[in-house]
């Protein structure tokens, strides 16, 4: 008996760390986007609203100058971004981010749309985000179809940024590499 009392809190640990580390979308979807207002990191005395997105998918971007993944997948949200940028918005989120670090990140991997910067972290719970790189996909009634835990590898990207254009049911599975948020 008292070995199953020691056993079964180790049990439960890795229960809820394998639920967390293989989650692959969160109880979002479906769901109205929270609403935020927050800082633009290119011109800290103007802010952007979700609300100011309103009529087009918005394909937002949850990450920190700190994070690997971020970096590399930088690129790929760039080029993604140029092909696209016309039909949705592209938003970032860094997270937990100084602005200085934000402005050399952006810079470093020209990042063509605009940044917020969530200085605390709170918006980034209210969408779920645990990690960094981490992606929601709102459509044009700001409505979350889709979240994507983990960094886009090469080409992975534009695919699921036409199915929001298109209205389509985006499937994601798996997920790609992420850092915890403290």
């Known amino acids: 008996m008292r070995r199953i009392a020691l056993v079964l809190p180790v049990v439960a640990v890795f229960l809820v760390a394998g639920l967390t580390l293989f989650r692959t979308t969160t109880g979002q979807v479906g769901r109205p986007a929270v609403p935020f207002t927050l800082p633009n990191i290119q011109s800290p005395d103007r802010t952007i ?6 009529g087009k998918p918005v394909v937002l971007n949850f990450w ?6 971020c970096r590399a997948e930088a690129p790929e949200f760039a080029r993604t971004a140029k092909a696209y940028g016309n039909a949705v918005h592209f938003l970032g989120m860094a997270i937990l981010d100084g602005r200085d670090a934000g ?5 470093k991997y020209k990042v063509p749309y605009p940044s917020v910067r969530d200085a605390r972290g709170t918006t980034s719970k209210s969408y779920g985000v645990t990690g960094v790189p981490e992606t929601v996909f709102v ?3 700001g409505v979350i179809v889709a979240h994507y835990i983990g960094a886009f590898k090469d080409g992975q990207l534009g695919p699921v940024v ?3 254009i298109n209205g389509e049911k985006i499937e994601l599975t798996g997920r790609g590499e992420t850092r915890p948020v403290p």
């Open 64 to 69: 920190a100058s700190w994070c690997d993944p």
């Open 49 to 54: 609203s979700l609300a100011s997105l309103r």
């Open 162 to 164: 036409r199915a929001l």
């Open 103 to 107: 402005l050399a990140y952006m810079a």
């Open 139 to 141: 459509d044009a009634r």
